[in-house]
C-alpha cells in the first residue's frame, strides 16, 4: 500500500462538473488501496474575485486580513470536495492548513513554512479517513492565517509529501507534464518523462508555469518525487526526481523563451571597484530579482557599462532607484530595454556534454538571431535578445538539439521512471 | 468610555459600498472615545449562493463539511471590513470564531455555545485594537469548525457582549427596531422603543422576524442590554433590558401574526390515561416543535379529540407519524388543516392588567373572526383562526389595543429607555 499526495489547481475544481470528476479519480485510488491525501486549490477565478473586492475596498489591503481573505477560497473547495467523496462513501475529512499543522512565518501574504506537524493528518490515516487538505494557507506563531503565494498549493502538496514520506506527490493540472518546449511555440515539443530537481527548477523559474519554483526547491531538499500529470487526460505525465548516479542524462532536457524581461544598462560608470555592488545593492534593498549581469571590461581604463535585466513588471520600481544610484556614482546615463526575451538551453547533462554552449551560439547565428547577453551554468545557457527573435530562436533550438526525435529513436529523455527515492534526508 | 458590540447583518455588509458606510458608522462610535467590537454576517447572498453549490455536488452534504463551508463567508465579510478600516487609519483586526474563543458542543450546523474565552479580544482591546469578529461560528472541543444556524450571528453578538460585559448589544438590521405589528400588514403600527426579554422572545418566536429567538434567551441570561436599529437610517431603535421594578408596563406590546403553522387533529380517541403523551412523544423524538395542544374533554366519558399544531413545514415530518400513533391507539381518524394562522397579543404587563383576553375575544368577535384554539401564558395570548382572517384579525386588534396611538398621546410604551444593566449574574 503506497501513500499518494494528490494536488488539484483550480480549474481541476473549477465547477460542480469539475469536482465530481475528480472525486471520481480520487476514489479510484483510494479504491485500489492505496493512501490518498489530497490537497486543493480555490476554484479557479475565485482568488482573483476576491482580490477585486479586497481591491475595491480599500486601494492597499492590509496583508494580514488579504491572507484571512483569500484563504476562504480553499475553504469552499475543501469542503466542497470532502462532501462529494463522503455522498459517494468514501470516509473524507477536510482540513484547513491550521489542522494540518502547516506552521509558516509571519509573512501574511508571502509565508515561508517552517514547520509541518501532519499529525492530524497522519491520525487520520491510520484511522482510515482520506484527507482533503486546503493549499496556500498556513499559521504563523501566532495562530493568525498566513498564504503561501501564488501557487503556494503545490508547496503545501510537496512540503505534506516530504512530512508523510509519500511514496509520490502527483501534481494535477491543465497539461499533460512539461515538454521540451512550449507546444505553443513549436508544435514537435515532446513530453519529457523524467526529469531531475535541477532541470524542473531552472525550467520553472525560466518560466514554463506548470510547477512553483519553490515547490521543486522544496522536492529537491527532501528528495520528494513529484509527477506532473493531467487532471482530465488519462496516461503518464513527467515525474521529478533527484538524479540517479545511473541514470542518463540527455545533454538537453527542454527550451524555454522567457518574455517577462527587461534590460537596465548603466552606461559610463567611472571604473573603481565597488560600482557593481552599489547598483546592485538598491535593487536588493527594493526587492528586485536581478538575474543576467555583465559588467564590460573598461577600455581605457576609466570608464565602464553595467547591464543586467530585471522582471519587466519590476521595471517601473526599478528604474528610479537605479537613476539615483547612477547620479551618485557618476554615470553618463541610464538606458533601458524592454523589447527582449531570454532564451534558455536547460539539461544536467550539459555538464559532461561539452560544445552544448557553442552549438547553441552557432544555431542562432545560422538563423541570423544576434544575442545581446549569455550567462550559463552548469544546466543552463540563456541568452538575451530581440522579443521578435525568440519564438524563432527556441524553434532553432528544439530541433538543433534533436528534441522533436522521437523517444524511440534513441532520445535518452525517452527512458523509464527510474526507482522512486533515494535515502537523501531533509537538511 | 463606554465598550459597545455592533452587530451588521448580511445585506449590511452586501456589497462594496455599504462596507464602506458601516466602516464610517463604526468609526463615528470609535472616533466618540467608546470601545467597539464589531460582530459581522456574510455578504448577503453569499450562504445561499454556498448553499446551493453544496446541494449541487452531493444531496445531502455532510454537516461537518457544511461547517466548513458555510464559515467562509463570514471570513470574507471579516477581512473586508477589517482592511476598509485599516485603510482609513483604524487599527480594526480580524478575528474568526476560533481566534475569538467561541467554543461549541459538536453540533456541526447547529451548534450551541459552550464558552466564550474572548481573552484574545480583551487583549486587543486593550492594545487598542479595533475587533472585527465572524458571527455565526465556533469550534467544538476538537478545534473543528461549527456553525450556529441561521440567525447565529446575532448571538455571537449577544454571547460576546456577555463575556465582555459590553455596556449595550447594538444589533444593526434592514429596519428601524420592533415594531407593535407587521408595518406591511398595519401601515399605523409604531415601533416599539423599549421591550423586556420576555415581551421580545414571545415576538421574535412569534414570527418577528428581528432578532433570532436564541439570542434574546441568552442577552436575557446574561442581563445584555440588546438595541436593535437601522443600519442605514439615524434615528433610536429598540431597546432590549431586563425589565425593571419601576417600569411601567403596557398591557400589551404587539400583535403578530403567524401563517406558518397547521393544525393536526386526532379524533375519536379512547380516553383513558397517557393518550396524549403518547401523540406528543411521537412529535418530541421526531424534534416537530408542537405549539398549541388541545384535549377535549371527553363526552360520555369514551372517546377525545386531541388537536394541536406544528409548523407548517414540519407537516409533512409530522404526519405519518401521527397517523401511525393514531393506529396504535385506536384513534378513529387523523384530520389536518393547513389554512390557519395563529394570531397573539404580547405584553408583559398583561399579568397586572385583567380582561386582556376577554377584550381580545370580543374584539375579534366584532369582525365575525372565528376562533379555533386558544392558548395563554404569563404575557401571551394566542388564538389560531382562519388563515384568510390573519390580517384582518392583527389590525383590528391593533386599533382595539390601542397601539397606533401616539406616544407622546400618553401611551406607556414611549417612555424612554431604562438605565442600562442590572447586577443579575449570568446562571
Given at each position: 500500500m503506497?501513500?499518494?499526495i494528490q494536488?488539484?489547481?483550480?480549474?481541476?475544481?473549477?465547477?460542480?462538473?469539475?469536482?465530481?470528476r475528480?472525486?471520481e479519480r480520487?476514489?479510484r485510488?483510494?479504491?485500489?488501496?492505496?493512501?490518498?491525501?489530497v490537497?486543493?486549490?480555490?476554484?479557479?477565478?475565485?482568488?482573483?474575485?476576491?482580490?477585486?473586492?479586497?481591491h475595491?475596498?480599500?486601494p492597499q489591503?492590509?496583508?494580514r486580513e488579504?491572507?484571512?481573505?483569500?484563504?476562504s477560497?480553499?475553504?469552499?473547495?475543501?469542503?466542497?470536495l470532502?462532501?462529494?467523496?463522503?455522498g459517494?462513501g468514501?470516509?473524507?475529512?477536510?482540513?484547513?492548513g491550521?489542522?494540518?499543522?502547516?506552521?509558516?512565518?509571519s509573512?501574511?501574504?508571502?509565508?515561508?513554512?517552517?514547520?509541518?506537524?501532519a499529525?492530524p493528518?497522519?491520525?487520520?490515516?491510520?484511522?482510515?479517513?482520506?484527507?482533503?487538505?486546503?493549499?496556500?494557507?498556513?499559521?504563523n506563531?501566532?495562530?493568525?492565517v498566513t498564504?503561501?503565494?501564488r501557487?503556494?498549493?503545490?508547496?503545501?502538496?510537496?512540503?505534506?509529501?516530504a512530512?508523510?514520506k509519500?511514496s509520490?506527490?502527483v501534481i494535477?493540472?491543465?497539461?499533460?507534464?512539461?515538454?521540451?518546449a512550449?507546444?505553443?511555440?513549436?508544435?514537435?515539443?515532446?513530453?519529457?518523462?523524467t526529469?531531475?530537481?535541477?532541470a524542473?527548477?531552472?525550467?520553472?523559474?525560466?518560466?514554463?508555469?506548470v510547477?512553483?519554483a519553490?515547490?521543486?526547491?522544496f522536492?529537491a531538499?527532501?528528495?520528494?518525487?513529484?509527477?506532473?500529470?493531467?487532471?482530465f487526460?488519462?496516461?503518464?505525465?513527467?515525474?521529478?526526481?533527484?538524479?540517479?548516479a545511473?541514470?542518463?542524462?540527455?545533454?538537453?532536457?527542454?527550451?524555454?523563451g522567457?518574455?517577462n524581461?527587461?534590460?537596465?544598462?548603466?552606461?559610463?560608470?567611472?571604473?573603481?571597484?565597488?560600482?557593481?555592488?552599489?547598483?546592485?545593492?538598491?535593487?536588493?534593498?527594493?526587492a528586485?530579482?536581478v538575474?543576467m549581469?555583465?559588467?564590460?571590461?573598461?577600455?581605457g581604463?576609466q570608464?565602464?557599462d553595467?547591464?543586467f535585466?530585471?522582471?519587466?513588471?519590476?521595471?517601473?520600481?526599478?528604474?528610479?532607484?537605479?537613476?539615483r544610484?547612477?547620479?551618485t556614482?557618476?554615470?553618463?546615463?541610464?538606458?533601458?530595454r524592454?523589447?527582449?526575451a531570454?532564451?534558455?538551453?536547460?539539461g544536467?547533462g550539459?555538464?559532461?556534454?561539452s560544445?552544448?554552449?557553442?552549438?547553441m551560439?552557432?544555431?542562432?547565428?545560422g538563423?541570423?538571431?544576434?544575442i545581446?547577453m549569455?550567462?550559463?551554468?552548469e544546466?543552463?545557457?540563456s541568452?538575451?535578445?530581440?522579443?521578435?527573435?525568440?519564438?524563432?530562436?527556441?524553434?532553432?533550438?528544439?530541433?538543433g538539439?534533436?528534441?522533436?526525435r522521437?523517444p524511440?529513436?534513441?532520445?535518452?529523455?525517452?527512458?523509464?521512471a527510474p526507482?522512486?527515492?533515494?535515502?537523501?534526508?531533509?537538511?
Open positions: 503506497a501513500l499518494f494536488k488539484f489547481g483550480g480549474t481541476s475544481v473549477g465547477n460542480v462538473e469539475r469536482i465530481r475528480i472525486a480520487i476514489e485510488t483510494h479504491r485500489d488501496g492505496h493512501q490518498v491525501v490537497v486543493v486549490s480555490a476554484m479557479s477565478g475565485e482568488t482573483d474575485r476576491l482580490m477585486r473586492l479586497a475595491d475596498v480599500t489591503p492590509d496583508d488579504l491572507a484571512v481573505l483569500l484563504s477560497g480553499e475553504r469552499v473547495a475543501i469542503a466542497l470532502a462532501m462529494r467523496l463522503r459517494c468514501i470516509n473524507a475529512r477536510s482540513f484547513t491550521r489542522q494540518v499543522g502547516i506552521v509558516t512565518n509573512s501574511h501574504t508571502r509565508a515561508r513554512i517552517a514547520k509541518v506537524t499529525a493528518v497522519r491520525q487520520a490515516l491510520a484511522d482510515g479517513v482520506l484527507p482533503i487538505v486546503a493549499g496556500f494557507q498556513g499559521v506563531a501566532q495562530s493568525e498564504t503561501l503565494g501557487g503556494g498549493s503545490d508547496l503545501t502538496a510537496v512540503a505534506l509529501a512530512a508523510l509519500a509520490r506527490c494535477f493540472t491543465d497539461v499533460d507534464g512539461v515538454f521540451t512550449d507546444p505553443g511555440v513549436v508544435p514537435s515539443a515532446r513530453r519529457i518523462p526529469l531531475s530537481y535541477e524542473m527548477l531552472e525550467l520553472a523559474s525560466l518560466g514554463a508555469k510547477l512553483q519553490r515547490s521543486v526547491e522536492a531538499r527532501y528528495n520528494v518525487p513529484v509527477e506532473v500529470r493531467s487532471t487526460q488519462e496516461g503518464a505525465g513527467t515525474l521529478v526526481t533527484h538524479e540517479d545511473d541514470m542518463e542524462q540527455a545533454a538537453v532536457s527542454g527550451v524555454t522567457d518574455r524581461q527587461a534590460k537596465i544598462t548603466v552606461v559610463g560608470v567611472p571604473d573603481r571597484p565597488g560600482i557593481a555592488a552599489h547598483v546592485l545593492g538598491a535593487m536588493a534593498d527594493a528586485v530579482v538575474d549581469i555583465i559588467q564590460n571590461v573598461s577600455h581604463g570608464f565602464t553595467i547591464s535585466t530585471v522582471p519587466r513588471n519590476d521595471l517601473a520600481r526599478a528604474l528610479p532607484l537605479v537613476e544610484t547612477a547620479d556614482i557618476g554615470a553618463k546615463t541610464v538606458e533601458v524592454e523589447d527582449i531570454k532564451v534558455s538551453l536547460v544536467v550539459m555538464q559532461s556534454h560544445g552544448v554552449a557553442s552549438k551560439f552557432r544555431t542562432l547565428s538563423e541570423s538571431i544576434n545581446m549569455i550567462s550559463t551554468s544546466i543552463k545557457i541568452c538575451v535578445l530581440d522579443e521578435r527573435d525568440c519564438d524563432k530562436a527556441v524553434r532553432a533550438l528544439h530541433a538539439f534533436g528534441l522533436d522521437r524511440d529513436a534513441g532520445d535518452e529523455t525517452g527512458r523509464p526507482p522512486a527515492r533515494k535515502a537523501r534526508r531533509p537538511a
